[in-house]
C-alpha cells in the first residue's frame, strides 16, 4: 500500500501537473506501443493521458470504447475500486491491434464521521425532496455528458482554492451516524466568499444556485469528457457557456446545501469515472494552509 500524507493524498515525487509527469512516468507503464505515450496516476482514482496515436486510431479500456482527440489524445480513468489490473487496446487504421495489461496500484481510504447534518440532507424524505433529488440528478448527469474534442487538460491544473483540506476523495462517510457511499471530491476549508478559480481552461457547462446536497453548483468541460465540480458555493460569477481561463474567478466558497461549515468541495469525473482531483494538481501549497 502506499503510504497517505495528511492531506489524505498518496506519498509519491509524481506529484505534479500532467503537462512535467507525462515522460517522467512514461516507465510505470512498461514499453510503449508503436508511438504511444502514455503518463499520469496508474492507481485507484487516477488519471492517464495518452499521446501519439495516429488519426483514425480506436481505443478500448477494459472493452469500452473511449473517445480520441484530433490529436491523437485519449484519457484513461480509474475508479474508486478499480481492480488491480486494466486492458488497454488499440485498432490502428490499418488494421493492426496491439493490447496491453496496465497494473492499477490499490490505495486505502478514510473513514470520515460527520455530525450535526440536518435529518432531510441525509435521508429525504418527502416526496417533493425526493422528485427534485431525481430532477436535479439528471439534469447534472446531461451536462457530464458533455462531449468536446477540447485539450484544455493537456496544460494541467492548479488548485481552486487553497486552504486546509477538511475531506478527501475515496473515504467512506458516516452522516449523522449514517454509512453513506464514498466521499468522491477533495474539501477545502474556507471562509465564506473566499474566490474560487478555475484550475484549467474549459466551458462552463452546468451552473445552478441552489441543488439540494450540493447548494451552488458549477461543473466545467476541460474537454473529451472530463469535467470537474464545485459544491456548496455562495456565489457563481459564470455561466452556463462562458468559457473560462486558468486562474479565472468563477465563484465564491459558501456553505450552500448539505454542509456542516463553508468549504469546496472539488469533484473531477472522466465519462462516469470519478476520479481524485488532489492527482491532477501539486500538492497544496504550505502558505494556503
Known amino acids: 500500500m502506499k503510504a497517505v500524507s495528511r492531506g489524505g493524498r498518496p506519498r509519491s ?22 508511438d504511444l505515450q502514455l503518463g499520469g496516476h496508474f492507481e485507484q482514482g487516477g488519471m492517464a493521458i ?15 470504447r473511449l473517445e480520441v482527440g484530433p490529436g491523437g489524445v485519449f484519457l484513461l480513468g480509474f475508479a474508486r475500486n478499480a481492480g488491480p489490473k486494466a486492458v488497454l487496446k488499440l485498432r490502428y487504421p490499418d ?37 427534485r433529488i431525481r430532477r436535479e440528478t439528471a439534469a447534472v448527469k446531461a451536462a457530464r455528458r458533455t462531449l468536446s474534442e477540447r485539450e484544455d487538460f493537456l496544460d494541467g491544473f ?5 486552504g486546509r483540506i477538511s475531506g478527501v476523495y475515496g473515504s467512506q462517510r458516516i452522516l449523522n451516524g449514517k454509512p453513506r457511499r464514498p466521499h468522491y471530491g477533495v474539501d477545502v476549508a474556507r471562509p465564506e466568499g473566499t474566490v474560487v478559480v478555475a484550475p484549467a481552461d474549459g466551458v462552463v457547462i452546468f451552473a445552478a444556485p ?32 462562458d468559457q473560462v ?15 456542516t461549515g463553508p468549504h469546496l468541495h472539488w469533484g473531477a469525473n472522466l465519462r462516469e469515472v470519478r476520479i481524485d482531483p488532489q492527482l491532477l494538481v501539486p500538492p497544496m501549497p504550505q502558505s494556503g494552509s
Open 13 to 34: 515525487s509524481g506529484r505534479i501537473g500532467f503537462g512535467l509527469v507525462l515522460l517522467a512516468l512514461m516507465a510505470l507503464a512498461g514499453p510503449v506501443l508503436a
Open 50 to 64: 495518452g499521446q501519439g496515436v495516429p488519426a483514425g486510431t480506436r481505443v478500448w479500456q477494459d472493452g469500452k
Open 95 to 131: 488494421g493492426r491491434i496491439e493490447q496491453r495489461t496496465l497494473k492499477i496500484a490499490k490505495r486505502e481510504f478514510r473513514i470520515q464521521r460527520i455530525d450535526g447534518l440536518p435529518s432531510n440532507k441525509v435521508t429525504p424524505r418527502t416526496k417533493a425532496e425526493l422528485a
Open 158 to 162: 492548479i488548485w481552486p482554492v487553497t
Open 210 to 241: 441552489d441543488l439540494f446536497f450540493s447548494g451552488g453548483t458549477l461543473i466545467i468541460d476541460h474537454g473529451l469528457r472530463l469535467n470537474t465540480s464545485y459544491l456548496h458555493l455562495s456565489k457563481i460569477l459564470v455561466k452556463k457557456g
Open 245 to 259: 481561463k486558468k486562474g479565472q474567478p468563477i465563484a465564491k466558497v459558501g456553505m450552500t446545501g448539505r454542509a
